[in-house]
């Protein structure tokens, strides 16, 4: 079991930044592949950005890539997205997800999400 907690969401301005972090519980979060995805008001959750459990293998959507960092501590069970020049269209609740699987980009296939955490970006 791994229960995962997203933090770092709120409101910021197109061209700003945030970092979202997302803390797991339970001594087996390093043998997890990670996710994030995130879902916009009447439209499906979609994937964001993923890492290996060994956080040597990285892979974005086409919508964030160049903006969007993902990365991993293992040491503290916490996977993180660093955004940078936000959009009015990254507006969405984003969640965190385990998958005991790598290389995953549809949300059926993982295994255990967060809460999610709201991010507003303003025009």
């Known amino acids: 079991q791994v229960q995962l907690v997203e933090s770092g969401g709120g409101s910021v301005q197109a061209g700003g930044s945030l970092t979202l972090s997302c803390a797991a519980s339970?001594?087996?979060?390093?043998?997890?592949?990670m996710a994030w995805f995130r879902q916009a008001p009447g439209k499906e959750r979609e994937f964001v950005a993923g890492?290996?459990?060994?956080?040597?293998?990285?892979a974005y959507a086409a919508s964030v890539k160049g903006r969007f960092t993902i990365s991993r501590d293992n040491a503290k069970n916490t996977v993180y997205l660093q955004m940078n020049s936000l959009k009015p269209e990254d507006t969405a609740v984003y969640y965190c997800?385990?998958?005991?699987?790598?290389?995953?980009?549809?949300?059926?296939?993982?295994?255990?999400w967060g809460q999610g955490t709201q991010v507003n970006v303003s025009s």
């Open positions: 339970g001594r087996t979060f390093s043998t997890y592949a």
């Open positions: 890492i290996s459990w060994s956080g040597g293998s990285t």
């Open positions: 997800a385990a998958a005991q699987a790598g290389g995953r980009i549809r949300a059926y296939e993982y295994d255990y």
